[in-house]
């Protein structure tokens, strides 16, 4: 099993930026695909993005592509969320979660049996 564990959000005007950080205490996190997800105020949980073990696939949902980049140091069994031009939208808890192998479907959170217990990020004037 793993536990993620995140780290890094706050409170940051539009355009700015904000990195997220996931670790995980296991000997195997490179095993792991590892998934963002987000609960914005009133809305349902939405993915963000997912990196393979190996780092070499990634995926993104269309709202922050090109703003947002997944990687990961599975040396130091951390995953990271570089996000740029972050809007008021994208204000929510992020989630970061894990699976073994690469998950199908990769952007539904039952793909998902382990989570974190999320993030504040909030983007406002």
């Known amino acids: 099993q793993v536990q993620p564990i995140e780290s890094g959000g706050g409170l940051v005007q539009p355009g700015a930026s904000l990195r997220l950080s996931c670790s995980a205490s296991?000997?195997?996190?490179?095993?792991?695909?590892m998934a963002w997800f987000r609960q914005g105020p009133g809305k349902a949980r939405e993915f963000v993005s997912v990196i393979s073990g190996n780092g070499v696939i990634s995926k993104y949902a269309d709202s922050v592509k090109g703003r947002f980049t997944i990687s990961r140091d599975n040396l130091q069994n951390t995953m990271y969320l570089q996000m740029n031009s972050l809007k008021p939208e994208d204000t929510a808890v992020y989630y970061c979660?894990?699976?073994?192998?690469?998950?199908?479907?990769?952007?539904?959170?039952?793909?998902?049996?382990?989570w974190g217990q999320g993030t504040q990020v909030t983007v406002s004037s």
């Open positions: 979660a894990a699976q073994t192998g690469f998950p199908r479907p990769y952007d539904l959170g039952a793909s998902y049996p382990y």
């Open positions: 296991t000997r195997t996190f490179s095993g792991y695909a």
